[in-house]
């Protein structure tokens, strides 16, 4: 499990490796001809750029009050200088790191000495901008019960409307060595105060408390607000730069972290220092915390479906397995029936083997889906049957051992499933065509397992389905995850988004195999969904939605309703249902009941998609 404050001393020791080498060097030796008989202060070590003109060199005696003290995770402490020069580009703060429990206390004058330097949380390939920071310190306490130097307000007028510059192409796309510019750029402005001790007012939550004890903020109320009070990520363009990780520097033991849901405000005043980590970027690690007032915000549900109307829905269950507690089953399958209303066809992502992430061959998962089903009876919902392939063992990513795979559970009383020689792990299923309509040579089946697009991931698995004597062909989909990819806050603008490359290719998979039962019957009722694992706006969606054989339904939604997934304050849409041109009348809902809350039972919304054949 990961900490809030991934910064051991192990990494330390290798980033220092890294910058003895030069391959996070600045400026340093222009700097060292540069620098006078004056003492160094803290903004000549913060410079104007993102990295220290300093960096890799001794200081002495560098004066500052200290502003927080963390105690655990990276241990160290934050100074700054009162008496600022008149350039906004450079940060009046810095990090002390010193390893061990600081000796030091809030409102400390001090003098330290110590080694200038550049840490890059999550490691230098991660793509994550650097903490300038003073290591191996010696520190000397001056005086003590000083006041502290003021907050500098970070609001909706001093943040920046634009993100972050261009990154510069002679640096392999990095803004690392560019002059900031704090008026102009919203990362940059946050770059600027950087170690400082910073204030927010009362603010909107746009991202509920996780497990690492940590919210998101928004300071600008107005900027892409969601109906339900979020912050829509509707672009790449639209990064949303009000947006603040809060985290709090007292340890949870003396002061437990609130609990919050998007849509609660964090109001009165939430002060102390700006840090950056690498689950997130900037953060607020709060000295003083703001009080949650609890908002409205309840569960969706959805409507249900009339006598006439097919109801198909997507729902990733997170690594459900029999090992889970007997609770999450029954939170899922409640939820199914009383948010989802019971529909027709689910498909679920995420289903693990039959002892979760034991790894020891196992790839079947009846028992989980009989426990699981068996919860929905239990819940008041239909005596669901379920279709699926078992994967290869481990061949399909997600965790080790659990084998995920996708299952389609469905309704007998409403709907037939039509098995055709059921396909196996390594068998694609294909088109013919049959008294001119489209059938699948394999249902349940999976599309071209042995495409390299699917190494490593989920591959789809498609079924017939038949509701009031019409076929409906259905496709469910885990596409590969983002894992790799650099953050909005990364040093490279824009970010690196090497996941893409594979989502792609699974994309024009299925978008190739839809082609195929669109070319036996152009009316062929046919949906793709799951965790597409990317947004409506992306190159992904685009290759499904190729030559018009797909639209992506939840555009029709209003773009304050589009999202079923909040991760860092942005909520986003990663899952997805898509309709073939026959289905021209449906209504859509993303069906918000997991991904605004602290309390989830996923970390997905599900989807739910309703027409008439």
Request: proline fraction near 6%; hydrophobic fraction near 35%.
């Amino acid at each position: 499990m990961r900490s809030s404050h991934p910064r051991s001393a192990a990494v330390a020791a290798l980033v220092a490796t890294a910058l003895a080498t030069g391959l996070l060097a600045g400026s340093a030796d222009a700097a060292e001809g540069a620098v006078s008989a004056d003492p160094i202060r803290i903004h000549d070590i913060q410079g104007t750029t993102r990295i220290s003109p300093l960096n890799g060199k001794q200081v002495t005696d560098v004066e500052g009050i200290v502003t927080g003290v963390r105690t655990y995770g990276s241990r160290g402490f934050w100074i700054q200088d009162p008496d600022a020069d008149d350039n906004d580009a450079t940060s009046e703060g810095v990090f002390v790191f010193t390893s061990s429990v600081p000796t030091v206390a809030v409102g400390d004058a001090v003098k330290v000495s110590g080694t200038v330097g550049e840490y890059v949380p999550g490691g230098l390939n991660s793509g994550n901008q650097s903490v300038t920071q003073i290591s191996k310190p010696a520190v000397t306490v001056v005086s003590s019960g000083n006041a502290l130097p003021e907050a500098t307000a970070i609001n909706e007028y001093s943040v920046p409307a634009e993100y972050a510059p261009a990154g510069d192409p002679a640096a392999a796309g990095s803004i690392n060595g560019l002059t900031l510019q704090p008026a102009r750029y919203a990362l940059d402005y946050y770059e600027s105060l950087e170690g400082m001790n910073v204030r927010i007012g009362t603010s909107r939550v746009v991202g509920a408390t996780d497990p690492y004890s940590e919210l998101w903020v928004t300071v600008k109320g107005w900027e892409n607000t969601a109906k339900r009070g979020g912050t829509i990520y509707g672009s790449y363009e639209s990064q949303n730069t009000g947006r603040l990780q809060i985290q709090q520097l007292a340890p949870l033991a003396q002061q437990p972290f609130p609990v919050a849901n998007v849509g609660d405000k964090l109001t009165g005043t939430t002060e102390g220092p700006l840090d950056f980590n690498q689950f997130g970027g900037y953060t607020l690690v709060a000295r003083t915390l703001g009080t949650v007032a609890a908002g409205t915000l309840a569960p969706e549900k959805t409507k249900p479906q009339a006598e006439q109307e097919l109801a198909v829905a997507t729902y990733n269950v997170e690594n459900l397995d029999p090992t889970d507690p007997q609770e999450k089953f029954d939170a899922l399958a409640k939820a199914v029936v009383e948010n989802l209303a019971s529909p027709d066809v689910l498909a679920l992502e995420e289903i693990q083997d039959d002892n979760g992430a034991k790894n020891d061959g196992t790839v079947s998962a009846e028992q989980t889906l009989t426990k699981f089903t068996a919860a929905i009876t239990a819940a008041g919902g239909p005596a669901y049957q379920w279709r699926t392939v078992n994967p290869e063992d481990k061949k399909d990513g997600g965790e080790p051992g659990g084998n995920i795979r996708q299952v389609f559970l469905f309704n007998p009383a409403r709907v037939s499933f039509t098995e055709r020689a059921p396909g196996d792990a390594v068998t694609a299923t294909g088109v013919v065509k049959e008294n001119g309509k489209a059938a699948l040579t394999h249902s349940p089946g999976r599309i071209d397992p042995a495409n390299p697009a699917w190494a490593d991931s989920r591959k789809p698995l498609a079924g017939e389905f038949v509701f009031r004597g019409k076929t409906v062909f259905v496709i469910a989909n885990h596409f590969g995850s983002k894992g790799g990819d650099e953050g909005l806050t990364s040093h490279h603008q824009p970010p690196v988004r090497s996941s893409e490359a594979k989502r792609l290719l699974q994309a024009q998979a299925v978008n190739g195999f839809v082609k195929e039962i669109l070319a036996a019957d152009k009316n062929a009722n046919v949906l793709v969904l799951g965790d597409i694992n990317d947004f409506e706006f992306s190159a992904t969606t685009n290759a499904l939605a190729d030559g018009g054989a797909l639209y992506p339904a939840i555009k029709s939604l209003p773009k304050a309703e589009r999202y079923s997934y909040v991760y860092q304050g942005n909520a986003q849409v990663l899952d997805q249902i898509l309709t073939s041109p026959a289905i021209k009348k449906f209504t859509y809902d993303s069906v918000h009941i997991n991904a605004e809350f602290a309390a989830q039972n996923s970390d997905h919304d599900p989807q739910v998609l309703r027409f008439r054949p």
